[in-house]
């Protein structure tokens, strides 16, 4: 069965760091571009990155462009650094078999979804 898991997350006091990771069960990630969205309570799902698996290249919210970085090998990394309060959220990892599009910030796009790794800021 085709899975995605995210690890890395925790809490971490405002100006912190973590990496939050993807990893795949059941299929490779080689073929696919990744996203990572971000959800908090009574929100809707939030884009936050996307990777694709052909070039690398990269797409970022604007919330996030300058302190967050994606990055891949055989697992797809989501270095955060210089985190807010209002990072705080459950971020999931998901994966499209083709690239990362105009719309890669659409939940829509994507075919699987990890369970999500709770990421807290506070001090």
């Known amino acids: 069965q085709e899975q995605l898991v995210e690890s890395g997350g925790g809490l971490v006091q405002p100006g912190g760091s973590l990496r939050l990771s993807c990893a795949a069960s059941g299929f490779t990630l080689d073929y696919y571009a990744i996203g990572w969205f971000r959800q908090v309570p009574g929100k809707e799902r939030e884009g936050v990155s996307c990777?694709?698996?052909?070039?690398g290249s990269t797409y970022y919210a604007d919330s996030v462009k300058g302190r967050f970085t994606i990055s891949r090998d055989n697992t797809v990394y989501l270095q955060m650094n210089s985190l807010k309060p209002e990072d705080t959220a459950v971020y999931y990892c998901?994966?499209?078999?083709?690239?990362?599009?105009?719309?890669?910030?659409?939940?829509?796009?994507?075919?699987?979804w990890g369970q999500g790794t709770q990421v807290t800021v506070s001090s």
């Open positions: 998901a994966a499209v078999a083709i690239a990362c599009g105009s719309i890669w910030d659409s939940v829509y796009e994507y075919d699987y």
């Open positions: 990777i694709n698996s052909r070039d």
